[in-house]
């Protein structure tokens, strides 16, 4: 009786041991060695992190990455919960709307990062935009300016992400019971007060989920990067999973790539604990 349930996770702890619990643990031994592949590694103690603590270009990735975190989070909370409130009314055609926003989740990133690049081009679609509403040509350089570059990536990641976030939000939203919604307008309450008097308080676990989720992501952030600037300009997009690619298969210093990874492991850790923590409300009653 006691030992089905584990009997039931087995399959699943094996599958997870093997492509994720064992990597890591061989990445953690390999941040304290010095290894180029080639080698076989040699230990070396604490002396990648000591390093890393010295390492300006570093700590000046991770302020990349906590810029980039803290542009891409905040939206991708916000705009996919007002976006599943929009597409939760029962109106004619409302499923192509929901398909409309989820179409940029399945699309490759490397496609949607061509795709920006052309848009985010000095003669491209977006300053065309501009161009027409100002009556004047409009010539911004959206991805070669180190001040504006990392922000307009930051909008792609947002731009794929919303589809994915709302179908999250979404199912947290059917979930609630529509008597409730029916005793607030009973009680007075309407419009976007019955949201702010009912459905942000219910959608608090998920609200949870996706500020974790986004965070994870938004610390991770590679393929949007290294597609459209590759770190660039004056390394002002490089982010510190860029750098442990260039630490890594560029050079081969494996032993401290993997010391990288493992404090952005630890960094990961620390700022979902901490969303958890901030953001968790008990529920009423």
Not at 15 to 31: K, T
């Given at each position: 009786?006691?030992?089905?349930?584990?009997?039931?996770?087995?399959?699943?702890?094996?599958?997870?041991?093997?492509?994720?619990?064992?990597?890591?643990?061989?990445?953690?031994?390999?941040?304290?060695?010095?290894?180029?592949?080639?080698?076989?590694?040699?230990?070396?103690?604490?002396?990648?992190?000591?390093?890393?603590?010295?390492?300006?270009?570093?700590?000046?990735?991770?302020?990349?990455?906590?810029?980039?975190?803290?542009?891409?989070?905040?939206?991708?909370?916000?705009?996919?919960?007002?976006?599943?409130?929009?597409?939760?009314?029962?109106?004619?055609?409302?499923?192509?709307?929901?398909?409309?926003?989820?179409?940029?989740?399945?699309?490759?990133?490397?496609?949607?990062?061509?795709?920006?690049?052309?848009?985010?081009?000095?003669?491209?679609?977006?300053?065309?935009?501009?161009?027409?509403?100002?009556?004047?040509?409009?010539?911004?350089?959206?991805?070669?300016?180190?001040?504006?570059?990392?922000?307009?990536?930051?909008?792609?990641?947002?731009?794929?992400?919303?589809?994915?976030?709302?179908v999250i939000y979404l199912a947290g939203l059917q979930s609630i019971p529509a008597n409730l919604y029916e005793a607030a307008m009973i009680d007075g309450s309407d419009g976007w007060e019955r949201h702010w008097d009912i459905t942000i308080p219910l959608m608090q676990p998920y609200i949870i989920l996706v500020s974790v989720l986004s965070s994870i992501a938004a610390m991770k952030v590679f393929e949007e990067i290294y597609v459209m600037s590759r770190g660039g300009p004056a390394n002002s997009t490089k982010t510190v999973v860029y750098y442990l690619y260039e630490r890594g298969f560029s050079n081969l210093d494996m032993g401290y790539a993997a010391a990288i990874g493992t404090v952005l492991f630890l960094v990961i850790l620390l700022l979902s604990l901490s969303t958890v923590r901030l953001i968790y409300l008990r529920p009423p009653g």
């Open positions: 009786m006691y030992r089905t349930p584990y009997l039931f996770l087995l399959p699943a702890l094996l599958a997870l041991g093997l492509i994720s619990f064992w990597p890591v643990s061989q990445a953690i031994y390999l941040s304290f060695t010095e290894y180029d592949i080639i080698e076989v590694p040699r230990w070396i103690g604490l002396e990648n992190y000591q390093r890393l603590i010295g390492d300006r270009r570093f700590w000046e990735v991770l302020g990349n990455t906590l810029v980039y975190l803290a542009t891409v989070v905040p939206l991708l909370v916000l705009l996919p919960l007002g976006l599943a409130i929009a597409v939760n009314q029962k109106l004619k055609g409302i499923h192509w709307f929901r398909v409309a926003y989820y179409v940029p989740v399945i699309v490759s990133i490397v496609v949607a990062g061509i795709a920006w690049k052309w848009i985010y081009a000095e003669s491209g679609l977006l300053n065309y935009i501009l161009s027409w509403l100002a009556f004047q040509p409009v010539r911004i350089s959206w991805l070669t300016q180190p001040n504006l570059a990392l922000v307009a990536i930051a909008m792609v990641t947002v731009w794929k992400g919303l589809g994915y976030y709302m």
